[in-house]
């Protein structure tokens, strides 16, 4: 069975610092792996996706992720955080067969002036 | 292109009540799932209709029960309400059945069960 593992629950940074959300994923198949946030009141927004081609995924708002196989980590990052970054993240793991999500509990990002 | 949109918004329903939930795909996605979302924690996977059969199911009991519409919209019914089906239901499409599609999430509709 898959599933993510997001260490911490809270993340906050100053305006302007590197952002870094923690995740590892546990599956027993080659995974996709994603990364979604949530801004208040709202859905999930897809930020990127790892589907096995380029282990450095580039995502919207300037996040990126690594796929690391040898870690099972698909931590995110942002070198530079802004005010609007501030929102819970989401990383998620696809459980083959009909694109079920398994996500993690979330990371609140606190950015501060 | 217009996104996926969920109704009601907000819904208070009683302990024991039944209640309908909404959702109108992206134009394009003949894919919905829908994703119950607690108070402090991630989405959870409820079940998924594809071509207006359901076709996975996560780990919830029958008194959640949905529909696809040829349109490909959806409902998600859940009857009996308890205390615990208080959260945020989220729909999302998405075009085909790819592992790597990505899904297309709705604001969601923040259920409250009294």
């Known amino acids: 069975a898959q599933s993510v593992t997001q260490l911490g629950s809270h993340v906050s940074v100053s305006e302007g610092a590197l952002v870094l959300l923690r995740c590892n994923y546990s599956?027993?198949?080659?995974?996709?792996l994603f990364w979604y946030v949530q801004y208040p009141n709202q859905g999930l927004q897809l930020l990127l996706k790892y589907t096995s081609a380029a282990t450095l995924v580039k995502g919207i708002n300037g996040f990126e992720a690594e796929f690391k196989k040898s870690e099972t980590s698909f931590h995110l990052t942002k070198p530079s955080a802004h005010m609007s970054d501030a929102a819970e993240y989401f990383c998620a793991v696809t459980a083959t067969g009909f694109q079920k999500l398994v996500f993690g509990t979330g990371t609140r990002l606190l950015v501060s002036p | 292109e217009t996104g996926v949109t969920q109704s009601p918004t907000h819904l208070i329903k009683t302990r024991g009540q039944q209640v309908t939930l909404r959702c109108s795909s992206q134009?394009?996605?003949?894919?919905v799932s829908w994703y119950q979302q607690a108070l402090g924690q991630g989405p959870q996977f409820i079940f998924q209709?594809?071509?207006?059969?359901?076709?996975g199911r996560g780990n919830f009991p029958p008194r959640f029960s949905g529909l696809q519409f040829p349109n490909y919209s959806s409902e998600l019914n859940v009857n009996a309400l308890e205390l615990d089906d208080s959260a945020l239901y989220l729909c999302a499409s998405s075009p085909g059945q790819a592992d790597n599609s990505p899904l297309h999430f709705g604001n969601g509709t923040r259920l409250t069960v009294t």
């Open positions: 134009s394009g996605h003949n894919t």
């Open positions: 599956s027993s198949v080659p995974p996709y």
């Open positions: 209709y594809y071509r207006e059969e359901e076709n």
